[in-house]
């Protein structure tokens, strides 16, 4: 596998040539940035079709990165895996994808808005944990499962998507989300988890 890095601002991954800092792990991705090829972290990159997985930490405090593109191969996103990216400032999480592991966009402050597809069975612990800026969450149906402190501390949540199809909201996924109205929430839903959201 090869990176192609048109300025310090893109990172375009291909498939055809070899690097020590980019490196295919059965299907998945993984990426070390090396501080010796440039100063900074790419603004935007591209993950070609035919990748399955984004490994654990793949791209973890890439400060300067805004922007994404996971493509539809892709079925599961690692723990930390765009952890402290705080620059990103959106993220489309494809229908492919099964599962968001634990921390995985774990203080990304820029993203102002998510949407997670019917294909995730579960929304890690920790997932969106202190994205101080999200301000919307949409969960879609079929989606049954939101980890522990998933979106703690999003202290600028208005709007979360709940569907019916959410089976358990584990304890404090909410705490701390000063702007968000509760009652977004259904009782039931609350009562049947046995914890405090």
């Not at 949540?157 to 569907?163: E, F, G, R």
Request: net charge negative; glycine share 8%; hydrophobic share 35%.
């Amino acid at each position: 596998m090869k990176f192609t890095q048109k300025d310090a601002k893109k990172l375009e991954i291909t498939t055809t040539l070899e690097t020590h800092n980019m490196f295919q792990t059965q299907g998945g991705f993984s990426a070390t940035y090396s501080r010796s090829i440039t100063t900074t972290t790419p603004e935007s990159v591209v993950i070609p079709e035919g990748f399955t997985s984004i490994d654990n930490r793949a791209f973890i405090n890439w400060d300067n990165l805004k922007e994404i593109k996971i493509p539809k191969s892709v079925t599961s996103i690692g723990e930390l895996a765009f952890a402290g990216c705080n620059s990103l400032k959106s993220v489309e999480i494809p229908g492919s994808v099964e599962s968001i592991g634990e921390g995985a966009f774990a203080g990304c402050n820029s993203l102002k808005s998510v949407e997670i597809p019917g294909s995730v069975e579960s929304i890690g612990d920790y997932a969106f944990v202190g994205c101080s800026g999200l301000e919307k969450v949409e969960i879609q149906e079929g989606v049954k499962h939101i980890g522990n402190i998933a979106f703690h501390d999003c202290k600028s949540l208005t709007t979360i998507q709940i569907p019916k199809s959410i089976q358990s909201i584990e304890s404090n996924a909410f705490e701390g989300c000063s702007s968000l109205d509760l009652r977004q929430i259904p009782e039931a839903l609350t009562k049947r988890s046995g914890h405090t959201v």
